[in-house]
């Protein structure tokens, strides 16, 4: 039986995706192990997948001074010291003992040398674009750009994030490719520039898993760059709401959504305030889910419902919309319910996710979380209750996203390789 391991890393948002593909493949008769965080143990094996820890608790990792830091943008933190990414290393290299296909996230680019060592192919599977394209900046997929220089200097940021990043896992990696994986230490240029390639691994196939709907290819990428959709995981069959919440559910005016997903701020206290004071000036009602963050407050005023987490596919067709992060995967669950959003974006790609849904007139503009204001949000929330085309584009929206299958499309580009 051919064997698959899916290697991940990160937040519920990082593992969640790849739990759905997983599940896609042992339906069509593979052996799949999902390889991921350890605190993510319970979660994936309760969806009767296969699982392999890997070291690093990035709830924990979040919640340091360092993790702080890097949720408010500062990129120069080191989030995984070297000890621990040395065992990430390792734990990832003993999953995948045996297997015939490996599948890796961004945030497991490593797998890539486990691949080459092992002699077998490897996918790239991604929630985001990651391909340099002459049309947009790295993590600036929300702003397109013409003209020559333009063109050049967007290729040149994803090449420039490639090198960088390569500098900072050089030494540690070369060193566990000749003492582990018995490989060759690559140059200072890394993999790209190296002289010679494994001819499994010429050119790595890279699967985009989100909508072309939302954001389409460009025209400049090459043919082993593979456009999907969404990986949706229907975690609501077995969920059972409780009486206080279903009542507050149909209760008027309809709900807004808050949840920030694994997000942490350094003063949680005052964004809930903030929030709450929104709410009472727009005269709306919400539902908190605290998530990761600690969003939780002593006030619970009655047009406020505070849980931890509701399934999103469950909780986001039900309410008016959503006020969130901007992750890849929260954002994916607003646009498959039809809900509008207010991003609140953190870091990384959650700007341009924020950016984009706007653009594509289901979303406010963007509010920074440094930004946010009971002011700012205030004005964000009116103008979704004032704007019933973002209810409409946003239905439009999802009947497209809906329509699509991410899991088997994901599945016909894996079997390719396969063969």
């Known amino acids: 039986m051919t064997k698959i391991t899916i290697l991940t890393i990160g937040s519920r948002g990082d593992i969640q995706p790849f739990c759905a593909l997983a599940l896609g493949l042992i339906a069509k008769g593979y052996l799949v192990t999902l390889a991921a965080s350890f605190n993510f143990a319970d979660f994936v094996q309760e969806l009767g997948i296969p699982f392999a820890p890997i070291a690093g608790d990035f709830r924990q990792l979040l919640s340091t001074p360092d993790g702080l830091a890097l949720l408010q943008g500062n990129t120069n933190v080191t989030l995984v010291d070297d000890q621990l990414r040395w065992q990430q290393y390792y734990d990832a290299w003993n999953a995948c003992q045996g297997s015939d296909l490996l599948i890796f996230a961004p ?12 002699n077998i192919p490897a996918i790239l599977v991604t929630p985001i674009p990651v391909t340099a394209t002459r049309s947009y900046p790295f993590l600036k997929f929300a702003d397109a750009s013409q003209g020559t220089l333009a063109s050049y200097f967007n290729v040149f940021t994803f090449r420039l994030v490639e090198f960088l990043s390569w500098q900072k896992s050089r030494l540690l990696m070369n060193q566990f490719r000749q003492e582990v994986l018995q490989l060759p230490p690559l140059s200072r240029m890394g993999k790209r520039y190296r002289r010679s390639h494994p001819p499994h691994l010429s050119p790595l196939p890279v699967l985009n898993c989100y909508s072309e709907a939302v954001l389409p290819p460009p025209s400049d990428w090459p043919s082993h ?13 077995h969920y059972t709401p409780s009486p206080e919440l279903q009542s507050f559910l149909q209760a008027e005016p309809k709900p807004f959504y808050i949840g920030f997903g694994s997000m942490m701020a ?33 006030e619970v005023p009655d047009f406020l419902y505070v849980t931890q987490e509701v399934p999103h596919d469950w909780l986001l067709p039900q309410v008016t919309a959503a006020i969130h992060h901007g992750g890849s995967g929260t954002t994916a669950a607003t646009l498959r319910a039809g809900t509008p959003s207010i991003v609140v974006p953190f870091f990384a790609d959650q700007p341009a996710w924020g950016k984009r849904l706007e653009q594509l007139g289901v979303g406010t503009a963007p509010l920074s979380f440094a930004e946010l204001t009971a002011e700012t949000l205030a004005t964000r929330i009116q103008a ?8 409409h584009k946003a239905r439009e929206l999802s009947r497209q996203i809906q329509s699509e299958d991410g899991v088997v499309m994901a599945i016909e580009v894996i079997e390719r390789y396969l063969q």
């Not at 945030?107 to 092992?118: F, T």
């Not at 456009?227 to 975690?235: A, E, I, R, T």
């Not at 979704?384 to 209810?391: A, L, V």
């Open 225 to 237: 760059v593979h456009q999907g959709s969404y990986l949706f995981l229907d975690n609501s069959t």
């Open 384 to 391: 979704i209750t004032d704007t019933p085309s973002m209810q």
């Open 107 to 118: 945030l497991a680019a490593w797998g890539y040398h486990l691949a080459e060592a092992l």
């Open 266 to 298: 350094c003063n949680p206290e005052m964004m809930v305030d903030a929030i709450i004071t929104a709410l009472r000036k727009t005269g709306q009602r919400a539902i908190l889910c605290t998530g990761w963050g600690g969003f939780t407050t002593t």
